[in-house]
């Protein structure tokens, strides 16, 4: 008979919580500086539906409501309870929501497991008495939930306190930051984009990143999902959510904190030093579809277009601007940054042939150079056409003050209505146009306000498209001759000939080469080769050869052999010295082949272009292992030494197929190690031309227990 109590079921769904029917708030005031005060102002102020219920043990009445000295007291069933209370009380006060047999408790209580070793015990207590009655957890340490599709702020951001009514809309938003929260909040009231469900999960005690994005990914208000992540402390659930919401059709774009690697100390290797932790969560978004930005204002904007808008189709995108110096420095940076520009059709040039000369008549169409008389059906007719254009996937409109602007944003409006394209509009006027800008939030047409909101809301559209192509291909399978894992394959650091063998037996070509133990087998060994030769130092201790001189190259006879070998031995760390001799590959290009462990997101396979300088260049992509060919050229096309792998200034074209299949072999080794995986490297490949192939002379790792 087994002692263990069974697990207590959550008494309601988290699809209750972020809907609930009844909302008591522990610790509410009629003083809007208090959080509870805040908190009860702002659920009156934006005309919740549901059961509301003031607890404050010394008020009878609060804001016109009847108020309760206990959640014991209120009347019941109570799904959510907002608990505002000091430290002192907190215990106490889970307690009592758990014995009234409240749903789940928001917790806005802080200095508890981010704050020191005492308030860790006291946040597994409360944990632990909600546990034990089915009751579930958000914080502690948070700052609320805003329901917009529920007109219910739980949230003491005084933001709520700035606008009129909650605009509800499809974008929904998990953060670890509650402060953060309340920001986009009104970033995004103010510029016309519509909200379901935002929360702020705090410390996550008990309810979590992953918890929250799922009830976003089931909820049907909820169209597109942001993200600010920290820290994910479920790799495998967080990766399996986001494809799950990408056969929803639902959208997740993400900004994650910890982007550098400021502090660390020197890696081990190169793989190591260029593949950090942020590299891994990019890794593993572009796997799953998630859009990674660069900063949460331009997320919220870039999910406002997305929200009630098809992904990108093909071609490409077409501007119209009302100032031409503005609308050719936006050209510019847009060619810059590969993002790319349509060629308007014949079509649409015998469109704007009736206004505009053909010396005008680019992309961007200035409305400003237009001939003749001004008249609105100009600029209605000039928007529709590069709208209607078939090469154009998206629509960028640039207005400045100008003459007609309500007219032309009707015409902007209507265009995006018809056509369905997704629509930037900027609306680069400062104070000015307020009337432009309530038209754009009645019509539900989210705008950005700077040339910089833009580019970063057309590059999520770019990417979006390539990583609906990149989730179209094949699922990867394993190549013949990939394994298995040596039987012998020893823990801990691996020797040049250990590594290499490894690849081999995945099959990766490396170099004819044999270890040795003195000068004279050295100089036997490079006659069987066959001159000229490479002499290497063998050893565990040391991760870059070169920087000790245990590598020489280019060794054309027994005697340079000999005198090599004497000089690596005498270097090397280790009492038990011995060398490789390999034959002398020569090639066009040099590549790494890494792969790691991701602590969060498992095996991972690294490729890049360099060899020894690749730290220098710092050219590289990351990918989730396992993958096939296919993805790994895809992962080459974004190198930005690309064009090298193709042939540029008169050189060849290179083995990019031989080179596919061997970043395939690598991952399959990476995915097949799994938890024993640390680092491993091939450095550098030599990569030959088109049709010759490619050999790794070079290798190292580390493989755990």
């Keep these: 008979m087994s002692d263990v109590t069974p697990p207590v079921p959550p008494r309601i769904p988290l699809s209750r919580i972020i809907a609930p029917r ?11 500086a208090k959080f509870g005060g805040r908190i009860l102002h702002h659920v009156i102020r934006h005309g919740f539906a549901g059961r509301l219920i003031p607890v404050n043990p010394r008020r009878d009445t609060l804001l016109g409501l009847p108020a309760f000295a206990s959640i014991g007291a209120a009347p019941g069933p109570v799904d959510l309870a907002i608990v505002a209370v000091p430290v002192g009380q907190l215990l106490q006060t889970v307690g009592e929501c758990a014995a009234a047999g409240v749903g789940a408790c928001i917790v806005f209580t802080a200095q508890l497991g981010e704050f020191d070793a005492a308030g860790a015990a006291l946040q597994e207590q409360v944990v632990a008495v909600a546990r034990g009655a089915g009751m579930r957890l958000i914080g502690p340490n948070c700052m609320g939930m805003i329901s917009a599709t529920q007109a219910l702020g739980l949230t003491s951001s005084p933001t709520l306190g700035q606008v009129p009514a909650l605009r509800a809309g499809r974008v929904g938003l998990v953060s670890q930051s509650g402060a953060l929260m309340g920001a986009l909040f009104i970033f995004a009231h103010d510029h016309g984009i519509g909200l379901s469900t935002m929360i702020s999960v705090g410390n996550q005690a008990d309810i979590d990143l992953c918890d929250m994005l799922e009830a976003l990914i089931e909820d049907a208000a909820t169209g597109v999902i942001c993200l600010y992540v920290e820290a994910v402390s479920d790799g495998a659930r967080f990766a399996a959510l986001a494809r799950r919401a990408r056969a929803a059709g639902k959208r997740i774009l993400a900004v994650k904190a910890g982007r550098t690697e400021a502090g660390s100390a020197m890696a081990r290797s190169h793989t190591a030093s260029l593949a950090g932790s942020f590299a891994g969560f990019e890794a593993m978004c572009r796997d799953t579809g998630i859009l990674l930005m660069d900063e949460a204002e331009g997320m919220i904007l870039a ?10 189709g093909a071609g490409g995108i077409g501007m119209v601007v009302s100032s031409g110096g503005n609308g050719a420095v936006t050209a510019d ?17 015998a469109r704007l042939s009736a206004h505009f000369l053909p010396s005008h008549q680019n992309n961007p169409v200035d409305l400003g150079a237009h001939t003749g008389a001004l008249g609105p059906h100009i600029f209605a007719e000039a928007v529709a056409a590069v709208a209607d254009d078939p090469g154009v996937a998206a629509l960028v409109y640039l207005m400045t003050p100008q003459p007609l602007m309500p007219q032309t944003a009707e015409a902007v409006i209507a265009a995006r209505a018809r056509t369905n394209k997704p629509t930037v509009f900027i609306l680069d006027t400062s104070r000015f146009a ?3 800008r309530e038209q754009l939030i009645a019509a539900g047409m989210p705008f950005v306000s700077r040339i910089d909101d833009a580019l970063r809301v057309l590059r999520a559209l770019v990417r979006e498209r390539e990583m609906a192509a990149l989730a179209a291909l094949p699922a990867p399978t394993r190549p013949a001759g990939a394994g298995p894992l040596p039987a012998s394959l020893r823990d801990g650091a691996l020797t040049e000939p250990e590594a290499k063998a490894l690849f081999a037996a995945y099959g990766i070509p490396v170099t004819r080469e044999r270890v040795v133990g003195d000068a004279e087998a050295a100089a036997a060994a490079a006659v069987e080769i066959g001159f000229p030769v490479v002499l290497k130092g063998v050893s565990r201790e040391v991760v870059h050869k070169s920087d000790l001189g245990l590598v020489r190259l280019n060794l054309r006879d027994a005697a340079a052999v000999r005198d090599a070998f004497a000089a690596v031995v005498a270097a090397l760390p280790e009492a038990d010295a011995a060398a490789v001799v390999q034959e002398m590959v020569r090639g066009e290009a040099e590549v790494i082949l890494g792969a790691r462990r991701d602590a969060v997101f498992g095996p991972q396979v690294l490729v890049g272009l360099g060899g020894v300088l690749v730290e220098v260049l710092r050219d590289v992509q990351l990918a989730v292992a396992p993958i096939g060919p296919e993805a790994a050229e895809a992962m080459l096309r ?9 042939g540029v200034r008169g050189r060849p074209a290179l083995d990019v197929g031989a080179l596919c299949d061997a970043i395939s072999r690598f991952s399959w080794l990476a995915a097949d190690l799994g938890e024993r995986l640390e680092d491993l490297e091939a450095n550098p490949v030599i990569l030959r031309a088109a049709g010759e192939g490619l050999v790794a002379v070079d290798g190292r790792g580390r493989i755990g227990a």
């Excluded at 009844?22 to 809007?32: K, P, R």
């Excluded at 940076?333 to 040039?349: H, I, K, Q, S, Y």
């Design 22 to 32: 009844s909302v008591a708030v522990i610790g509410a005031s009629e003083d809007y």
């Design 333 to 349: 940076r847009m060619v810059a940054e590969g993002l790319p520009l349509a060629e308007w059709g014949e079509d649409t040039r």
């Design 638 to 646: 974004r190198l930005a030494l690309w064009p090298l792998l193709e």
């Design 303 to 312: 999910a406002g277009v997305l929200a009630d808008c098809p992904a990108m």
């Design 434 to 436: 307020d009337e432009v």
